[in-house]
């Protein structure tokens, strides 16, 4: 089975607009399929910085001396590329979704179709996994991020029944986390419901939206005049930090003004409409379904 396969690959890597003698950034390496596009359009003198917090990522690495991998999550991409001295960059790609294989490995706790310890964790290192979040958080901090992450009705439902739970057991594995919840889960949506549910724990475990947030004002930070920022998002939460930043330069989505009376905006999004998967990509990679594209140039 593949690791991951690219999602967007020829609108993501044409969105970058690449200059063969540049500095690219691939902020969510992966299985490297976004990667290897890149490295066909550059030329020996040119740079592609890697980042991923995944530790099986690194042997997915080409044996490429053009590569400089980074084993770490983008939220430090600024200091990285200050470190290599690789600031300005000409462009910058991130793919915000789960990888195949860490969706299909049933001991990261990823998906509902595997039971595994309740894990969520991105990087294996961190210590804060989806198990002390769904075992010790009180049942408002439950409703909250059920309701915030997962933007499901039933928020209250779900946190009083983990809670109910696990005062009897303790909550170990994803069948457990299930089996919790599954009264608060109509037959008719579960499989939709209960995605929806370990979303919002995978986001609190792995700081997803802060993360986010953080690397969008580096990417602007970093990058030259000219130079392009291509996202692919899976969520509405995501697709609307990311659309309101290309646009207003900020996350609340208002164009901010001077003392003068100009606009505050660092960027400009490439296009005015989102770009989606057709259905000849969604045929073949079901996971490219929900997949959002946006690209903004650095003005």
């Not at 690791?3 to 691939?26: A, K, M, T, W």
């Not at 770490?72 to 979704?97: C, E, H, S, T, W």
């Not at 309740?118 to 408002?140: F, G």
């Amino acid at each position: 089975m593949s690791y991951h396969n690219p999602v967007l690959l020829q609108s993501s890597i044409e969105g970058l607009n690449i200059n063969s003698d540049g500095i690219y950034v691939d902020a969510t390496f992966g299985g490297g399929g976004h990667s290897a596009e890149i490295l066909k359009l550059l030329g020996e003198n040119a740079k592609l910085i890697a980042f991923d917090q995944d530790e099986d990522a690194v042997k997915n690495l080409p044996l490429d001396n053009r590569v400089v991998f980074i084993p770490q999550n983008f939220r430090y991409m600024k200091n990285f590329l200050k470190l290599y001295d690789f600031i300005p960059v000409d462009g910058i790609l991130a793919d915000l979704g789960v990888s195949s294989h860490q969706f299909d490995e049933a001991e990261r706790g990823f998906s509902i179709r595997h039971d595994g310890p309740l894990d969520m964790r991105m990087r294996k290192s961190q210590e804060k996994s989806a198990r002390e979040i769904i075992n010790e958080y009180s049942e408002e901090e439950l409703q909250q991020i059920i309701k915030l992450y997962g933007e499901i009705k039933n928020y209250r439902c779900m946190a009083k029944a983990i809670v109910k739970y696990r005062n009897n057991n303790k909550i170990e594995t994803t069948f457990q986390l299930i089996k919790a919840v599954e009264s608060c889960v109509p037959d008719s949506k579960k499989n939709k419901i209960l995605a929806m549910l370990f979303q919002a724990v995978r986001i609190e475990v792995n700081e997803e939206l802060e993360v986010l947030k953080t690397f969008l004002i580096q990417s602007q930070e970093v990058l030259k005049p000219g130079g392009r920022l291509v996202v692919i998002s899976y969520h509405s939460l995501e697709d609307r930090l990311v659309k309101n930043f290309m646009k207003t330069g900020n996350f609340e989505g208002q164009i901010k003004k001077d003392f003068f009376g100009n606009n505050l905006v660092a960027m400009k999004p490439v296009l005015n409409k989102v770009i989606v998967p057709d259905n000849d990509e969604i045929n073949k990679n079901s996971r490219a379904r929900s997949a959002k594209l946006r690209i903004a140039e650095k003005l």
